[in-house]
């Protein structure tokens, strides 16, 4: 095995796709159709969903914070209210765009 050898990560087109928006929301550059389209991805994707769940709990807990590859490829184990969790992640994450936009001075 030479240097050159690295591990095949196996993804989903959802999961690569969830992972561009997750950076552009991170960077402040999403717009309402990428956040839509982040929706409509974890509730069809549990490995996805999985991801948000977990970053929820890092938001509550910023000391454990992971890798998003780490985090999309573990198994989805969680038998929570996922809906009630997955509804306080998006408003959390409308209530950080409503606050920037605030910020924002009026044209």
Same mark, same amino acid.
């Given at each position: 095995m030479s240097k050159d050898n690295r591990f095949i990560i196996r993804r989903t087109f959802s999961q690569e796709r969830f992972e561009i928006l997750w950076k552009k929301r991170k960077?402040?550059?999403? $717009?309402?159709? /990428?956040? $839509?389209?982040? /929706?409509?991805?974890v509730n069809r994707d549990p490995s996805v969903r999985q991801f948000v769940l977990e970053e929820m709990e890092n938001m509550e807990n910023p000391a454990d914070n992971n890798d998003l590859q780490d985090m999309l490829q573990q198994p989805t184990v969680s038998h929570q209210s996922i809906t009630d969790k997955i509804k306080a992640f998006f408003n959390r994450l409308f209530n950080i765009i409503a606050a920037d936009s605030k910020l924002l001075p009026a044209n």
């Open positions: 960077n402040g550059q999403a $717009t309402l159709r /990428d956040l $839509t389209e982040m /929706d409509e991805i």
